[in-house]
């Protein structure tokens, strides 16, 4: 596709229940980054992947939150037993590689999923 | 700790002014610092990438610079439009993972 797309664009969700959201990177682009932006936060890292393997999940804030990417291609990212402060604009990133310099290091976002827990 | 800070916080010019935004990181250890810019409500959209050894990136009226040793970043707009209305970020690449500042609000008035 032309560019990193994410699904669903919205998503409103009672607090104790799981979501799933998805990304589909730029074709070719081996590494993929979620990030989440919240009002007192900012633009948080939670985890990425170069292939199908997360060599960081350091930005992940609790053993609610889960991400798998399958087929070196669209990642899903899991919240389960969602809570009120999970709500944000979650941010998918893609580049042709995590690793090294050059401008194939350089990251595309799609255009995010805004999550309503209530 | 890499942390990044961005200033001002807000900012308003009248069009056709030329205007500054400034970036600092506290750890010069990184491969690359990057400018991003956010319309309301969508995603960011890459606006310059400058290597850790380059000292400075051009695209059409934007410039920014990088100086990795005092840790500072600049990102020059030269005649700022009204278009040119949004947050502007920038990130640090320590490892794999962008560590973003909390942006630049910028309003260009016609």
């Known amino acids: 596709g032309a560019g990193v797309s994410q699904s669903p664009s919205n998503k409103v969700t009672e607090k104790g229940k799981d979501v799933e959201l998805r990304c589909d990177p730029i074709?070719?682009?081996?590494?993929l980054y979620w990030y989440r932006q919240s009002l007192g936060q900012g633009l948080e890292f939670l985890i990425y992947?170069?292939?199908?393997?997360?060599?960081?999940k350091s930005g992940l804030p609790s053993d609610r939150f889960s991400a798998e990417r399958t087929g070196g291609s669209v990642s899903t990212l899991t919240i389960q037993r969602t809570q009120q402060e999970d709500s944000a604009v979650y941010l998918c990133a893609s580049s042709l590689v995590a690793s090294g310099g050059g401008s194939s290091y350089e990251q595309y976002f799609g255009p995010g999923t805004r999550l309503t827990v209530t | 700790k890499q942390e990044v800070t961005q200033i001002p916080a807000a900012l308003s010019v009248p069009e056709g002014e030329n205007l500054v935004l400034n970036c600092s990181f506290t750890?010069?250890?990184?491969?690359?610092l990057q400018w991003f810019r956010q319309d309301p409500g969508k995603g960011l959209t890459s606006l310059l990438l400058?290597?850790?050894?380059?000292r400075e990136q051009t695209s059409g009226r934007l410039n920014a610079s990088l100086d990795k040793s005092s840790g500072r970043s600049t990102l020059y707009i030269a005649a700022s439009q009204p278009g040119d209305s949004a947050t502007y970020l920038c990130?640090?690449?320590?490892?794999?993972?962008?560590?973003f500042g909390q942006g630049t609000e910028l309003s260009v008035k016609p």
């Open positions: 400058i290597q850790s050894s380059q």
């Open positions: 074709s070719g682009h081996t590494a």
């Open positions: 990130a640090v690449r320590p490892g794999g993972k962008l560590i």
């Open positions: 750890d010069s250890a990184i491969y690359n």
């Open positions: 992947f170069q292939g199908n393997s997360a060599p960081d």
